[in-house]
């Protein structure tokens, strides 16, 4: 059984900069995309971004595209997820997800396309 475990989740100014992490254990993830996405009070989940099993391919929502930088370390069985120049629209719980798929092609948006989801940490991001 796979366990995600996010952490770095915190209450941050405007404009500031917070990096996630997610630590799989139970098993190696190294050839399962993993993604990151966010549910804001009210609102549906929604996908941040994803990043491919090899770490050559990524995907972000428009939203966050040159804000965010996801990233992997396959050796450590972690994903990161590097947050800049924090909007309060940001402000969300933040959830790391694997892929259900092994070997996908390319990092993909769709929920039902993850089927290990952490716990999810706060980013809370005041104006």
């Known amino acids: 059984q796979v366990q995600l475990v996010e952490s770095g989740g915190d209450l941050v100014q405007a404009g500031d900069s917070l990096r996630l992490s997610c630590a799989a254990s139970?098993?190696?993830?190294?050839?399962?995309?993993l993604g990151w996405f966010r549910q804001a009070p009210g609102k549906e989940r929604e996908f941040v971004a994803g990043i491919k099993w090899s770490g050559d391919g990524t995907l972000y929502a428009d939203s966050v595209k040159g804000r965010f930088t996801i990233s992997r370390d396959n050796a450590e069985n972690t994903v990161s997820l590097q947050m800049n120049s924090l909007k309060p629209e940001d402000t969300a719980v933040y959830y790391c997800a694997a892929d259900r798929l092994r070997y996908r092609s390319s990092p993909i948006a769709t929920s039902k396309a993850y089927n290990y989801w952490g716990q999810g940490t706060q980013v809370t991001v005041s104006s």
């Open positions: 139970g098993r190696t993830l190294s050839t399962y995309g």
